[in-house]
């Protein structure tokens, strides 16, 4: 497996190069002759079709991360739209770095947590999800487990869903611990998907 580093400003940020020694740079051009399905490429937002590249490396087997210098839940979505698993601050420290590669290698999603409740949300409604679902699944939760899985849904973070139900930060982790075990999820993130297709089957059932 290679890792390549695509930036079209030719802006290797220090701390990328720190965290993955044996990355090669690359350009847009170049990453269309030696890209193999299972390459590893993280792309940089510095400049217009970044989003086309991704989608394009995403198509072609790549694990595709995406690294900007200024964070934005409405980036991220654009990111993971279009095919990227992974999508950090270009100057987090080495280890995230690494971490993040780590998670998006073995088919997980990386997204700095500060904007994982705001893309968890445009995530579900983008997938059709709709927050109102009285889904079977939903209905072994209960109620307050219900509550806190729909606050997620639409995506509010720990601390305004323990604002909105009136409950503490930490009720509110014990609670989605306890939807995650139940519904065999390890994240938000795949709370959303789960949910998302099981309220698509039922549109679907319903115009049958």
């Not at 002759?33 to 989003?51: H, I, K, N, P, S």
């Not at 739209?81 to 999603?109: C, D, K, T």
């Not at 503490?168 to 994240?187: C, I, N, P, S, Y």
Request: glycine share 8%; with cysteine.
């Amino acid at each position: 497996m290679a890792i390549y580093f695509i930036s079209q400003g030719h802006d290797e940020i220090p701390r990328w190069r720190v965290a993955f020694s044996d990355a090669q740079l690359i350009s847009p051009r170049e990453i269309n002759a030696r890209l193999v399905r299972g390459d590893c490429v993280w792309v940089m937002v510095d400049g217009e079709g970044w989003q086309p590249l991704v989608a394009d490396l995403h198509r072609r087997g790549a694990a595709v991360g995406v690294m900007t210098h200024s964070p934005s839940a409405a980036e991220a979505f654009k990111a993971l739209e279009s095919g990227a698993r992974g999508y950090v601050h270009a100057l987090s420290p080495p280890e995230l770095l690494r971490q993040a590669q780590l998670v998006i290698m073995n088919q997980g999603i990386w997204v700095p947590p500060e904007l994982m409740a705001r893309v968890v949300g445009g995530t579900f409604r983008a997938l059709g999800g709709q927050a109102h679902s009285q889904a079977e699944e939903l209905q072994a939760l209960t109620e307050r487990e219900r509550a806190v899985t729909l606050a997620v849904l639409e995506g509010q973070s720990n601390k305004e869903v323990a604002r909105t139900l009136g409950i503490t930060e930490r009720t509110v982790k014990a609670h989605l611990g306890a939807v995650f075990q139940k519904l065999g999820v390890r994240d938000r993130m795949q709370l959303v998907l789960r949910l998302s297709r099981l309220s698509q089957s039922l549109v679907n059932a319903g115009e049958d």
